[in-house]
């Protein structure tokens, strides 16, 4: 306990830089998915189906063009009705990625292998001055 109170100075630096050199590990963590260049590539190329899997709230304030609304917790329940082929490509898409994230594990459970998430959701999206459709 002595040397805590002692270099309390010396661990916060520690703690500091720990942190600041661990930050761009959870940054791409949370930014992990495939990117929106590479989301329109397989909407053109091989027919990719986009999930929004936001509320219905969020999902008519704007969202991917042509995208079809199943919110998260309603997934595992709909998707198979929604999408009947498994081997089409599935774009889940969220506001910032991390809901999408968890949407492939679901996705992939249920057979959709060539399911991904949008990294950066939403967000990645209007950042690459793609359209959005509102409604």
């Given at each position: 306990?002595k040397?805590?109170l002692?270099?309390?100075?010396?661990?916060t630096?520690?703690v500091?830089?720990?942190s600041?050199?661990?930050?761009?590990v959870i940054?791409?963590?949370?930014?992990?998915?495939l990117?929106?260049?590479g989301?329109?590539m397989?909407?053109?190329?091989?027919?990719?189906v986009?999930?929004?899997v936001?509320?219905?709230?969020?999902?008519a304030a704007?969202h991917?063009g042509?995208a079809?609304?199943?919110?998260?917790?309603?997934l595992?329940?709909?998707?198979?009705?929604?999408?009947?082929n498994k081997a089409?490509?599935?774009?889940?898409v969220?506001q910032?990625?991390a809901?999408?994230?968890?949407?492939v594990?679901?996705a992939?459970k249920?057979g959709y292998?060539q399911?991904?998430s949008?990294?950066g959701g939403?967000?990645s999206w209007?950042a690459?001055?793609l359209p959005?459709?509102r409604?």
């Open positions: 306990m040397f805590i002692d270099n309390w100075m010396l661990i630096v520690a500091a830089s720990g600041l050199l661990l930050w761009p940054q791409g963590a949370a930014t992990a998915g990117d929106p260049t989301a329109v397989l909407i053109n190329r091989e027919k990719g986009v999930i929004d936001c509320e219905p709230a969020e999902f704007g991917v042509g079809k609304n199943i919110p998260l917790n309603q595992e329940a709909k998707l198979a009705g929604v999408v009947k089409l490509p599935l774009i889940l969220c910032s990625g809901r999408s994230g968890r949407a594990a679901i992939k249920l292998e399911a991904q949008l990294g939403l967000s209007r690459a001055n959005i459709e409604g």
